[in-house]
C-alpha cells in the first residue's frame, strides 16, 4: 500500500508540469483508497514537500487589498523565515479582520489581526 507522504512526493512532482492531472491523480488516490476525508492532509503533506524543496504556498488574510508594495514585503519576509527560492501567495480580503494581517505558510500561521489580538484580550479578561 502506498503512503500518503508518498502520494504528496508524487504530486509535488507532477504539479510542476501538469497542475490539473497532479490533482486528478490525487483526488482518484484519495477516493479508490476510501481516504476522501485525509484531502486537507494530503493537501497539507504536498505544501510541506514544496516547502522543503523551496517552493512555498502561502496565504494572506487582510482586512482590505493590500498593495504591492505590502505584498512585496509579506513576501520578503516569508523568504526571510523559510528561505523560500518561490513563492505563491494567494491573499484573502475578509473585514472581520477588522486589521493586521494573518499570514499562514505550510507548518505554521501568524495571526497579527485585531480580531484575534481583541479575542485574546476578552479571553484573558475571563480568566481573570
Known amino acids: 500500500m502506498t503512503s500518503r507522504v508518498k502520494v504528496a512526493e508524487y504530486v509535488a512532482n507532477k504539479l510542476a508540469t501538469d497542475r490539473g492531472e497532479a490533482l486528478r491523480e490525487a483526488a482518484s488516490w484519495l477516493v479508490a483508497h476510501g ?13 510541506q514537500v514544496l516547502a522543503d524543496r523551496g517552493y512555498v504556498f502561502a496565504r494572506i488574510t487582510t482586512a482590505r487589498p ?3 508594495r505590502a505584498r512585496g514585503e509579506v513576501e520578503d519576509f516569508i523568504r526571510g523565515v523559510t528561505g523560500a527560492k518561490t513563492i505563491e501567495l494567494t ?27 481583541l479575542a485574546k484580550f476578552v479571553e484573558g479578561a475571563r480568566n481573570v
Open 35 to 47: 481516504k476522501a476525508r485525509q484531502a486537507r492532509y494530503l493537501a497539507r503533506d504536498v505544501a
Open 66 to 68: 493590500m498593495t504591492e
Open 91 to 117: 491573499d484573502m480580503v475578509e473585514p472581520g479582520v477588522i486589521g493586521g494581517a494573518r499570514i499562514e505558510i505550510p507548518g505554521s500561521e501568524l495571526d497579527s489581526t485585531v480580531r484575534n489580538k
